[in-house]
């Protein structure tokens, strides 16, 4: 079978005019060019892209704060061309190893209780409904779902990110991509 060549990558400057173009594919504009430049500079910010390093096409990006011992996930989306392949799940996945690997504690994010896909690549990964931020996302007065991951810094969550990693790599290599982590 022929597959294409995927990485997950951390974005830099390089990067900024495909998120900005992203960004407007996926939610018609969340961030301003100041805001990802902001983010860039942060330190506190990781933000990882899913690039073919051929073509470096970026079809998807994941964005979390690391903040004390959380990791705040603020971003995750994928390229409408390119979704239902795996894509959101790898970038979950790499969310949540990098924030392992950063030693953190717990992953927390908000999401639209209208987004059924989102919620349930969530459950997928074991984020639990911990609360509701009430008339939270301002276009529409929708409330938001606060969602929480625990116990990411336990022997048994590394085991856990290698089992899903091998089921990612699968489901991936089913729609035609070869992931590959840069060295
Ligand atoms: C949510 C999003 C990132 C998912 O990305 P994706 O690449 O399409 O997701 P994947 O192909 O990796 O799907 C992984 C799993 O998530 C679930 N899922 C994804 N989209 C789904 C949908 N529309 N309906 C139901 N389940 C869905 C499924 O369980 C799926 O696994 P399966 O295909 O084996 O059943 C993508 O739809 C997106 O960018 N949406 C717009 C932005 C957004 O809403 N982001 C989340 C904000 S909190």
Redesign the pocket.
Known sequence: MNTLDLEIQSLTHKHLSALLQLDQA??GGLWTLDAYERELDSPNTFLLGSINPNSLDLS?MGCFWSILDEAHIT??????Q??????????LFSLLKTAYEQGLERAT????PS????I??YQ?FGFKTAGRRRRYYKDNDEDALILWLGDIQTPQFNRTLDVWLDTIKT?LYKSGWNLTFPK
């Open positions: 996926c939610f998807g971003i995750l989306a994928v390229h409408p390119y979704q239902n392949q795996g894509l959101g799940q790898a970038l994010l908000e999401v639209r987004n059924v896909g989102a349930t690549l997928k489901r």
